[in-house]
């Protein structure tokens, strides 16, 4: 199904991001998460690009898994990192072919050793251009964007930010998914300002459940993501019980979810990290 049907009826949307791994270790495990993750019956599957289209392969093959073995759709991220509008043709031409209908479209961070995106030439400078090469190549295609409610760390302002969005959306965006947040009104402040702007389609909160607080702070460090100082606090306490930072992360993750629900939020989308146990205790608190 594509993004434009899944988002049609009312109940909310549940989704999954995962990452092609670089062994085959990470393969083996990535697919025993998996497993477990689709009993709670996400309506498709994200697989993450590669910096400078690493992964593109992988990804592709990732997604045709997702699709025959787990039985899931799946949504392809492309980025317009290091490929020419050719290139960029070709690839989407043979994701069509392999059955892939949904593309998450993003511009994609500069590559390792550049301080700052710079298009290749032939290539193309933004999403909101990667998204109408899609609706002219593959029109039938759902398309997702990227949404910042704290602002991408490059923006000038939130404003500024705001306004690429809606270049985004009226380009032929289906749905917006957030970068992740830990403060939900910051979310339903830029959802207000959204609205405002005259953006209609659905925007869908990013949850990463926080499960290393090293690890999320370099996470957080690198998109500008406000960490609570509360939140942060607790974490500080328990900096060497990896137990209980987990469990610390899972709590506010399913409190988070909760007011989400309960403002109407059109879907989840959960940033799984290619593990399954923290999204299963959030899932199975919320009853879905």
């Known amino acids: 199904m594509r993004l434009s049907e899944l988002f049609a009826g009312s109940k909310p949307v549940l989704s999954i991001e995962i990452f092609p791994p670089k062994t085959a270790e990470g393969d083996a495990a990535l697919r025993r998460n998996l497993q477990t993750l689709v009993q709670y019956n996400p309506s498709f599957v994200s ?19 997702i699709q025959e073995t ?16 050719e290139e960029l043709v070709q690839w989407l031409a043979s994701a069509a072919e392999a059955g892939i209908h949904n593309i998450m479209a993003l511009r994609g961070d500069p590559p390792a050793g550049q301080e700052a995106f710079r298009a ?8 909101n251009q990667l998204v109408e090469l899609i609706r002219s190549h593959q029109p039938q295609m759902g398309i ?16 500024d930010d705001l306004r690429n969005l809606k270049r985004k959306v009226d380009a032929g965006a289906d749905a917006i998914f957030t ?7 910051n979310f339903f402040d830029f959802r207000t300002k959204c609205e405002k702007l005259g953006i209609r389609i659905p925007i869908v909160p990013g ?9 999320i702070k370099r996470i957080t460090s690198m998109c500008g993501t406000v960490f609570p100082d509360d939140l942060a606090a607790k974490l500080e306490a328990v900096q060497n019980d990896p137990d209980a930072q987990f469990e610390i ?10 007011e989400l629900r309960r403002e109407g939020v059109p879907g989840l989308h959960f940033y799984a990290l290619n593990k399954s146990d923290a999204c299963q205790r959030i899932l199975d608190a919320l009853k879905i």
């Not at 990227?146 to 939130?158: F, M, T, V």
């Not at 990463?208 to 607080?213: E, S, W």
Request: aromatic content about 10%.
């Open 47 to 65: 697989c993450t690009y590669g910096a400078g289209g690493s992964t593109r392969d992988r990804t592709m093959a990732w997604c045709r898994e």
């Open 70 to 85: 787990f039985g899931k759709t799946a949504m392809a991220h492309f980025t317009c990192v290091g490929s020419t509008r």
């Open 120 to 127: 290749v030439e032939g290539g193309l400078g933004n999403a």
């Open 144 to 159: 997702g964007v990227a949404g910042y409610p704290e602002k991408h760390i490059e923006a000038s302002s939130l404003e």
């Open 179 to 185: 970068q992740l947040f830990f403060v939900n009104q």
């Open 207 to 215: 949850i990463m459940p926080i499960t290393d607080f090293a690890r």
């Open 249 to 258: 992360g899972v709590e506010h993750a399913i409190r988070q979810c909760e």
